[in-house]
């Protein structure tokens, strides 16, 4: 009878130990899974970082190249174009002095100086004394200029320009008109620089 509880104890025993044993590995099996669970969620968000850096960078990269590219497409078309507006505005100043240089030798160039003449007198008025700067060439308008003002009294005097027109001087007055075409063409020139923009390339490159 004894030997019979002993049994009964002993497998109670066990069981109580298996039992144990199983709740441990249940315990153990659980915290493996949840561990690997958050092993794999911590490698998925790290995963997910580095693409999503690896990708911010190559989309830095292509908007860095594509920037690059359309500097430097832009840099050379406003190269392009002010290349074509100088040599525009060369060919126009050109085609404009080649004319101013032929035209002294026309029947109109006599009228012309007169026309000059008078202007430059309108815009000193009461001016009862004035010296004219003509060309050397030109020397031999004189005498119609004086009879273009007959009331002003006129010294004559080579100026140093090339083109044609006149200066005037106003001794009593300190002033000077100056009508000449060399300055006029200078003039021009300096719109056209504007006009076409010479300068546009101290851009931004803006």
């Given at each position: ?8 104890k002993?497998?109670g025993?066990?069981?109580a130990?298996?039992?144990?044993a199983?709740k441990?590995?249940?315990?153990v099996?659980?915290e493996?899974d ?5 092993t ?12 999503e850096q ?12 594509e ?5 430097t ?6 190269r392009?174009l002010?290349?074509?507006r ?27 100086l007169?026309?000059?003449l ?6 000193v008025?009461?001016a009862?004394s ?10 031999a ?18 100026g ?6 006149l200066?005037?001087?106003?001794p009593?007055q300190?002033?000077r ?8 063409m200078?003039?021009l020139?300096?719109r ?5 923009g010479?300068?546009?390339?101290g851009?931004?490159?803006?």
């Amino acid at each position: 009878m004894e030997e019979v509880k002993s049994k009964g104890k002993l497998q109670g025993f066990t069981r109580a130990i298996l039992d144990a044993a199983n709740k441990r590995a249940d315990a153990v099996h659980a915290e493996a899974d949840e561990q690997e669970q958050s092993t794999i969620e911590r490698y998925r968000a790290e995963a997910h970082l580095r693409s999503e850096q690896r990708r911010s960078m190559a989309m830095a990269e292509t908007r860095a190249r594509e920037d690059k590219r359309i500097m430097t497409e832009t840099l050379a078309a406003r190269r392009s174009l002010l290349t074509l507006r100088e040599d525009c505005a060369k060919s126009v100043l050109d085609d404009v002095r080649v004319k101013l240089e032929a035209y002294p030798a026309e029947a109109g160039y006599a009228g012309t100086l007169d026309a000059l003449l008078l202007r430059g007198l309108a815009a000193v008025p009461g001016a009862a004394s004035v010296r004219v700067l003509l060309r050397g060439e030109d020397m031999a308008h004189a005498e119609h200029l004086r009879k273009a003002a007959s009331g002003v009294e006129m010294s004559f005097a080579e100026g140093k320009f090339t083109l044609g027109g006149l200066m005037i001087e106003f001794p009593l007055q300190h002033r000077r008109a100056d009508l000449t075409f060399d300055t006029a063409m200078e003039d021009l020139s300096g719109r056209f620089a504007d006009i076409t923009g010479f300068g546009m390339e101290g851009s931004d490159g803006n």
